[in-house]
């Protein structure tokens, strides 16, 4: 079996949403990936990451697409640039990554886990995420987790300090503001439910130790990217200060950036995305590995389409320090992202259960396919083929 083709679209309602990669045989397989890179300036974003996987094609194309280290391994060291890694990089292999893999699984007839070792769970835990959108005041925090939870999660995270993606100091939001949402959430939820406190590295060193001190009294599962990432020194000394877990990881895009994360103590959970991090083998056999040596556990960021959740949970399912998967379920508020992109999504099959764990599929590959009547449907751009 060969690599003939790949093609990459954009996707979309008025603006491109996601950016779905699709690789080809010579035996009419096919896989799917996703090399979205979220994030406010989601057009640009969108548009650029296409254009470094058709560069990588000639790479691709005529390999046997069981040889995944060899073509991922080409892509890095033969295009020189690409060594230096990054989101954009790293999202374009993975996204091929991803593919190779599902047409793997379709070829043997299995879940793509099942060629990693197996599965160590029958169903993956999950937390909701990007339910908090529109509120502004403690009272709206409350009535949106509430409504999570009658949705079905046992977690759940949240930006107290609010949605957008800016620098701020410890004066920037009144501790009591902050501290009063995450108390009327709690005091929304009770204690046996999740809490997760996103923070998005808005913060410096003693600002961020300051507020997760705080923190501590509502028991979080873990506070996520205190200060941005660059400086792991930095985040050794928040996470020595504190006592709450410390989380990070959506920002580093391979085993080499979680590296002096682990050796120096950094993190005390890791949290690769594996359509940003350079794939399903990079994050499961490598990355979180490695974290297991440190006896680190993995929970896996995500916020792309349904495609990149399916890999995800292949992940999920076969690694042994896995925790706890962030999610998005279509529907019920929490994202317009293409709900029927694909059949047996992830996403549609929560709703089956809504008891705060996925069922893992035992379809074979990524375990889901595109509804193709609905990507024509959306299909905004085709990337030209060289």
Not at 94 to 103: P, Q, V
Request: net charge neutral; charged share 25%.
């Amino acid at each position: 079996m060969k690599v003939t083709n790949i093609e990459t679209c954009l996707l979309g309602i008025d603006r491109p949403l996601l950016s779905i990669v699709r690789v080809y045989t010579d035996e009419g397989i096919s896989g799917i990936g996703d090399c979205t890179v979220f994030s406010a300036d989601i057009h640009e974003c969108s548009c650029a990451v296409p254009l470094i996987v058709d560069s990588f094609k000639t790479k691709v194309i005529g390999q046997d697409p069981f040889n995944i280290e060899k073509i991922c391994q080409s892509i890095l060291f033969e295009t020189f640039w690409a060594r230096g890694g990054g989101p954009y990089i790293n999202a374009a292999i993975g996204a091929i990554e991803i593919a190779l893999w599902d047409i793997i699984g379709k070829k043997l007839k299995t879940p793509i886990y099942n060629l990693l070792g197996g599965r160590c769970r029958e169903k993956v835990k999950v937390y909701a995420n990007r339910w908090f959108g529109n509120c502004h005041k403690p009272k709206d925090y409350a009535k949106a987790a509430t409504k999570v939870v009658e949705d079905g999660f046992r977690a759940l995270k949240l930006d107290p300090f609010g949605t957008k993606f800016e620098r701020i100091n410890s004066y920037s939001f009144k501790m009591d503001d902050v501290v009063g949402t995450l108390n009327a959430v709690r005091d929304a939820v009770g204690n046996d439910v999740d809490i997760l406190i996103e923070m998005h590295g808005k913060l410096g060193t003693q600002s961020a130790i300051r507020f997760c001190k705080e923190f501590e009294k509502f028991d979080p599962m873990f506070c996520e990217e205190p200060i941005a990432p660059g400086n792991v020194d930095a985040m050794v000394k928040v996470a020595r200060n504190v006592d709450v877990p410390i989380a990070a990881g959506e920002r580093l895009y391979s085993r080499f950036e979680f590296r002096e994360y682990l050796e120096k103590g950094a993190l005390d959970i890791v949290q690769p995305d594996t359509s940003l991090a350079g794939g399903i083998l990079e994050v499961s056999k490598k990355i979180a590995s490695m974290a297991e040596t440190y006896f680190v556990p993995i929970a896996p960021h995500l916020m792309e389409g349904p495609v990149a959740t399916a890999a995800a949970m292949q992940v999920d399912a076969c690694t042994p320090n896995f925790l706890i998967q962030e999610f998005v379920p279509h529907g019920a508020g929490y994202t317009t992202t293409l709900p029927d992109l694909v059949i047996n999504s992830y996403e549609m099959g929560y709703w089956k259960n809504k008891n705060g764990f996925v069922e893992l599929s035992t379809k074979p590959g990524l375990g889901i396919e595109l509804n193709e009547q609905v990507f024509r449907k959306y299909l905004l751009k085709r990337v030209p083929h060289r």
